[in-house]
């Protein structure tokens, strides 16, 4: 039974498996409803986490009920926590935005939001992230989480999504990351999928991130914090709610 869950929850895209999801809320609940791990995202409590990952399994990584990752409870939480985002009047560009946080920014009262992606049919805007369709200075926060990683031309985008920004704005531009990488490992001459698994961790990516990602973001005008935020709760809480205890939060600023 483990090795189906896992063999599903590899194979059905997940945006798929969110809207499948919406559906079957309440017998995965019962399902799973327990007290040993809690998703910040939908304040409900739970037995287990079920395995997530390309290649390598890791347990405990996606909320039975929002189909949320690590990344993602660890976001929800710094903007609850650390910022005004739930209450303040922002306009907000969301750039692929994933599903669930989509509906709940949405209905969010205090946000003017739109959603952006080349190839997404429920975002409100199609574009291309290297010529964005917004006026300079448009947005006062932009989220931009697991997409640059699949651009060669990484620089443009970050340029675009610097230009959009409105002054005193702030964003959050999440990707994978190998702490450990000094510099950003990339190959864009590799373009069989498999190679690129093989490579970068994903069919679609094109590079690994090492710690230089900040560098890239600084020379288009961010002001960025390296936040290892999961730190600030106990080995206790981050098992609870299910946190990687090195993975990055890429704030970015622009005075």
């Not at 997404?120 to 989480?145: G, Q, R, T, W």
Request: proline share 5%; with cysteine; hydrophobic share 35%.
């Amino acid at each position: 039974m483990k090795k189906i869950a896992k063999f599903l929850l590899n194979k059905i895209p997940r945006p798929m498996l969110i809207n499948l999801s919406i559906f079957l809320r309440p017998l995965i609940y019962q399902l799973f409803k327990g007290n040993k791990f809690t998703d910040p995202i939908d304040g409900k409590s739970y037995r287990k986490f079920l395995p997530y990952g390309y290649g390598k399994q890791r347990e405990n990584a996606l909320s039975p009920g929002t189909l949320s990752l690590e990344r993602h409870r660890q976001m929800w939480l710094y903007l609850k926590n650390e910022t005004d985002f739930f209450t303040k009047n922002y306009k907000v560009l969301h750039i692929a935005p994933e599903q669930e946080f989509l509906r709940k920014f949405k209905k969010m009262e205090n946000l003017d939001y739109t959603s952006a992606d080349l190839f997404s049919p429920i975002v409100d805007v199609k574009a291309d992230i290297l010529d964005l369709p917004f006026e300079n200075e448009s947005f006062d926060v932009i989220f931009c989480n697991h997409v640059l990683e699949h651009i060669e031309d990484d620089r443009k985008a970050m340029s675009e999504l610097y230009r959009v920004m409105k002054k005193g704005g702030w964003g959050i531009f999440q990707v994978p990351m190998k702490n450990s990488l000094e510099k950003s490992y990339e190959d864009f001459s590799i373009k069989d999928p498999k190679e690129r698994q093989k490579h970068f961790g994903q069919y679609d990516h094109v590079r690994w991130y090492g710690m230089d990602y900040f560098e890239r973001l600084k020379s288009v005008g961010f002001q960025t914090d390296i936040n290892f935020y999961s730190r600030k709760f106990s080995a206790e809480d981050r098992k609870r709610f299910g946190l990687l205890e090195n993975e990055i939060i890429p704030v970015v600023f622009k005075k």
